[in-house]
């Protein structure tokens, strides 16, 4: 087909504006590989974009989603061929390159991951960005030598969808897990994907000491700002900190005193520009370390149709876990 369903975003003398509509193939951007994408997701950054409230949209127009899930349809690239089941995530996907809100998509093999075996294209959205930043962060604090052994862990917007997956994937993994959120309604959400302890997102969100009581060996951090300034404060001698969003901000309001008193350390997550290998070990990590039903637990599936609402529910903290989007 020459045209496909897409959500198509621009910006000019009518203002800014996102909608459903046909997009054409040829119009499509370069890159060696096309798919037929069947599932994509909803991230805090898609919401960004649909809403215009931040411009991580850098060219228009724009089809947002910054990542999706498909097979090949055709590959000049030698690493896939027709038929192959794949993944992608960030590389500018749904910023500056058109993304997966659209029933193709046109980009190149070197950003495309194979699906692992054992896990649909539906899970590996289910997962999404937000699940693999999560993956990225727990495997950040395990090369710095983190383990259950060491302490509780932390985690901050516990019931986002970067909080969702860290909680299952580090229950699962042994540790004691704290889930920090700001939604006394989501404790038993919480404690179904294992975490040991629920606190409220008070605790940590406003201004506070530079060094407090030590609670905690380490923490996947997804909010930023004071939050992770806290996090930082109260994290136990020679633990670490994997920072990975900025649902509160992007400042850091914080003193050296965690780093040079107490030998803290702050890893910083990258899932946008992340190397291939360590995608691919992600992925695998995701398809064997992640409980299949706890992964169903989290998620819920929406039509290409019915995301343009979710912008501003995702960007107001008012969605639970994953959100499939079922595109094809």
């Not at 291939?276 to 070990?281: G, H």
Request: with cysteine.
């Amino acid at each position: 087909m020459s045209t496909f369903k897409a959500i198509r975003i621009d910006k000019d003398d009518q203002g800014y504006r996102a909608q459903l509509t046909q997009f054409d193939e040829k119009d499509l951007m370069e890159g060696d590989v096309t798919v037929a994408v069947s599932h994509s997701t909803v991230n805090y950054k898609d919401g960004l974009a649909m809403t215009g409230k931040s411009p991580v949209v850098r060219r228009f127009p724009m089809i947002p989603g910054i990542d999706f899930s498909g097979v090949v349809t055709a590959s000049t690239n030698p690493n896939f061929k027709t038929g192959d089941k794949v993944i992608l995530n960030g590389f500018g996907v749904g910023e500056t390159h058109l993304g997966g809100y659209a029933e193709k998509a046109r980009v190149k093999g070197d950003w495309l991951v194979h699906l692992p075996d054992g896990m649909t294209a539906a899970e590996a959205m289910a997962v999404g960005t937000a699940g693999y930043t999560a993956m990225l962060s727990v495997m950040a604090l395990e090369r710095y030598g983190m383990t259950p052994a060491r302490g509780p862990v932390v985690v901050t917007g516990a019931a986002g969808g970067v909080g969702s997956v860290a909680v299952a994937l580090l229950a699962k993994l042994g540790w004691h897990v704290i889930a920090s959120t700001g939604r006394a309604s989501e404790a038993d959400y919480l404690k179904g994907l294992g975490a040991a302890e629920i606190i409220d997102r008070n605790e940590l969100s406003a201004p506070g000491k530079p060094l407090g009581k030590e609670r905690w060996a380490a923490a996947v951090d997804s909010v930023g700002s004071h939050t992770l300034a806290n996090v930082l404060a109260q994290t136990k001698y020679a633990g670490a900190v994997a920072a990975c969003g900025l649902a509160q901000g992007m400042d850091l309001p914080a003193s050296v005193a965690p780093f040079i008193l107490r030998g803290v350390a702050l890893l910083g997550v990258d899932s946008v520009m992340a190397p291939q290998a360590l995608r691919q070990e992600a992925w695998k990590r995701l398809a064997r370390d992640l409980d299949k039903a706890k992964l169903a637990a989290i998620s819920s599936t929406v039509k290409l149709e019915d995301v343009l609402s979710l912008g501003p529910e995702i960007l107001a903290g008012k969605t639970r876990g994953r959100i499939v989007v079922a595109v094809g």
